[in-house]
């Protein structure tokens, strides 16, 4: 079954209402093109720095959310609303929330891995000294299939993505905010592995890059990348909405071809989930 998503790569505001204008508007324009889902970026209305969050946090049911889900409805939408700073239990989450064509809540998902780096010459950003990271995996079930939710960092580890699939997965969202020295790199290669790994769609949402900011810069370059490892599309670094028509037919035409999920050798090796998660 085919449907056209849309990969909303905006501009992120210091105004959160701002920002929020700038998504509605994006959102409303992928679906009058006839985008079913639509994706907005990692962190979309708030700056991508520490000490932004806690200012910026709300709850899972808080103003920010309120409006996606009735824009979900309103269009008759999948949204993945990229991620907000979600407050709960005087703790902060870096978190997506995922809507469907009736406006109701299919899935939330909080960043598993955070974002804990230094390279040297390059950037420092330490996301465990104000969020927490959740402790689930999230599929949401749609009338075209199952698809998972990661955020960002999450993309370098190869088992998180290979348990999407084992449960069933044919597309993975992915909002992101990689940065210019990782993103030349790693972006568009860590994508395709994921999605050659596992046979799977992968689609990632990242901010518009704005230079003018002294801190944290964007990579940009929204991906979408295919079952066969390849690039179906990608944008650059400025604003503006990639769309795709994904086939999801196309996942098992491709395992049939190249049988690795099948070809496991599950009698010397295995991965599989904790049987405990606690968030």
């Known amino acids: 079954m085919a ?43 708030c700056p991508y720095k520490n000490v932004c969050f806690p200012i910026y946090a709300e709850p899972g049911d808080g ?61 420092r950003f330490m996301e465990s000294e104000v969020l927490t990271p959740g402790n689930e995996m999230t599929i949401v079930e749609t009338e075209f299939g199952k698809i998972g939710v990661a955020v960002c960092f999450d993309l ?22 990689f940065n210019t020295v990782t993103g030349p790199a790693h972006w568009e290669l860590t994508l395709r592995a994921r999605a050659l790994d596992n046979q799977i769609f992968m689609a990632a949402c990242a901010p518009a890059r704005d230079m003018s900011k002294d801190s944290y810069h964007s990579y940009g370059h929204s991906i979408v990348t295919g079952p066969w490892g390849d690039v179906l599309a990608q944008g650059d670094e400025k604003q503006g909405i990639l769309y795709h028509e994904i086939d999801f037919d196309e996942v098992e035409k491709i395992r049939r071809q190249l049988p690795i999920l099948s070809a496991r050798r599950t009698d010397l090796y295995t991965i599989s989930l904790n049987s405990k998660q606690a968030e």
């Open 3 to 45: 449907v056209k998503i849309a990969l909303c790569q905006m501009m992120v505001d210091e105004y959160k209402e701002k920002s929020l204008f700038t998504a509605e508007s994006m959102i409303r324009e992928a679906a009058t093109q006839g985008a079913r889902i639509v994706v907005l970026p990692e962190m979309f209305c």
């Open 63 to 123: 103003p920010v959310e309120q409006r996606l889900a009735a824009l979900a409805k309103e269009l008759g939408i999948y949204l993945f609303g990229g991620t907000i700073p979600e407050s709960d239990g005087g703790k902060l989450y870096n978190t997506c929330f995922v809507y469907g064509p009736d406006g109701s809540l299919l899935g939330r998902n909080r960043k598993v891995h955070l974002f804990d780096v230094n390279i040297e010459g390059g950037v």
């Open 156 to 177: 370098r580890f190869a088992e998180w993505f290979r348990l999407m699939a084992l449960e069933g997965v044919q597309m993975v969202v992915v909002p992101a905010a």
